[in-house]
């Protein structure tokens, strides 16, 4: 497949890979993993079940590359099958009713994130740990539809117009449910910005 100096596009791809081109699958995955497991990690709560239902939803789009319509973006296929795989994983929690609690991994956490910081202050690695933590309780707080679309946007990376065609929604109540829930969580984090 040649292209030039510029990317194939995801149908590019698609199209070598059904010709034949099979390696070709692992651009795709390298394009996605990030945004992929960053979304399911969100939805999830948890990183080794993102990091396994990633690769589940890759599997499964391989498998199932010949009916990828090429009218819609890949994106929003792929996100949509892992939208769903979630949905799946959650009930299946609920219904074996399993711990979200890490234990036994070594580890001294409560299974929250850090994330490096540019101030070398102790003082302020504690203070973006806590950012992170009220931030991530704010999104854990909002209705499931608020939450899933804040998600796709900011950690899922996806335009207005691509969660628009992942949820069979007008652009304009994709972009008022957004707002609202940014409304909504701004409101949840009022106390903390103010301290």
């Known amino acids: 497949m040649t292209t030039g100096s510029t990317q194939p596009t995801d149908?590019?791809?698609?199209?070598?890979?059904?010709?034949?081109e099979q390696e070709l699958f692992s651009a795709l995955v390298q394009r996605y993993q990030g945004r992929l497991v960053n979304y399911l990690y969100r939805l999830l709560r948890n990183a080794q079940e993102a990091e396994d239902l990633a690769q589940e939803v890759f599997l499964k789009l391989y498998r199932a590359l010949d009916r990828y319509d090429p009218s819609y973006k890949f994106s929003t296929w792929l996100f949509r099958v892992a939208q769903n795989a979630a949905i799946d994983q959650i009930r299946k929690r609920r219904l074996q009713l399993v711990s979200m609690d890490r234990t036994g991994d070594g580890s001294s956490g409560s299974g929250t994130w850090e994330f490096a910081s540019s101030d070398p202050s102790p003082y302020g690695d504690l203070r973006n740990l806590e950012r992170g933590e009220a931030i991530q309780e704010a999104i854990d707080g909002l209705p499931w539809d608020y939450r899933?679309?804040?998600?796709?946007?900011?950690?899922?990376?996806?335009?207005?117009?691509?969660i628009a065609a992942l949820k069979g929604m007008p652009l304009g109540t994709v972009k008022n449910k957004l707002f609202r829930g940014r409304q909504m969580m701004k409101d949840k984090l009022r106390d903390f910005l103010t301290d």
């Open 148 to 162: 899933e679309l804040i998600v796709l946007r900011h950690f899922g990376e996806l335009s207005y117009d691509e």
């Open 11 to 20: 149908a590019e791809l698609v199209a070598a890979i059904l010709k034949g």
